[in-house]
């Protein structure tokens, strides 16, 4: 009997949204920090897809003119998959890689944020860093240091980060990043061109119609 009460305050407490409301009260008195870190965002996001996307049909091209040369190509789903997965992990993990200084940029200027809070909100974020395998207090230390009073822009972060900690600094987790977004890519887009190849081939077996 007294575990059904327990069970029951956890699982009420588990969707409370206290987790929101004491995000949102951190930030009423400036509500434009939770907008932190997005210019050093879109700065991440737009190179990356820019690099990602060409890379990417530049290889899966490439590959297939190479089997057609060799005789081996087969059409097959399986080849399809086969050939954008890799095409995707490898155009992804080279974007990833060169954009490592911008992602190590944004996660400082966000985590100054953090770091310039009340406790409570601060533990929350060191105990979500920590099940990411990161050192969060140490993370949000260095943060604070390149943010500078919390008002510094990317670039002069950037420039503390290089200065403090060398180039290695700026390319800290690129290969864990370069590994995930391999993984990330490859699934997703080989998994996207096979089944669209498949739905493709179905059509055009039930309607007589033409490939794409």
Do not use: C
């Not at 400036?30 to 060409?54: C, I």
């Amino acid at each position: 009997m007294v575990v059904r009460g327990s069970s029951s305050s956890s699982i009420t407490h588990a969707f409370d949204g206290h987790a929101s409301r004491q995000a949102f009260n951190k930030f009423r008195d400036n509500p434009f920090q939770l907008w932190r870190g997005y210019t050093a965002l879109v700065a991440r996001n737009l190179p990356f897809t820019a690099m990602q996307f060409p890379l990417f049909e530049f290889l899966r091209s490439q590959i297939y003119r190479y089997r057609e040369r060799q005789g081996s190509k087969s059409g097959t789903l399986l080849e399809t998959g086969l050939v954008t997965a890799f095409s995707a992990g490898s155009a992804g993990t080279l974007a990833a890689v060169v954009t490592t200084p911008i992602d190590v940029v944004k996660t400082r200027i966000m985590l100054a944020a953090a770091g310039s809070g009340d406790e409570g909100y601060r533990e929350k974020v060191v105990k979500e860093m920590h099940a990411q395998g990161k050192d969060a207090k140490a993370e949000i230390e260095k943060a604070q240091q390149a943010a500078r009073g919390g008002r510094a822009g990317g670039l002069a972060v950037g420039k503390e980060i290089l200065r403090a900690e060398g180039l290695k600094g700026l390319f800290r987790g690129g290969a864990l990043r370069g590994a995930w977004t391999a993984l990330g890519s490859g699934l997703y887009l080989g998994v996207y061109e096979s089944g669209r190849r498949s739905l493709e081939k179905r059509r055009v077996g039930s309607e007589g119609l033409e490939p794409y």
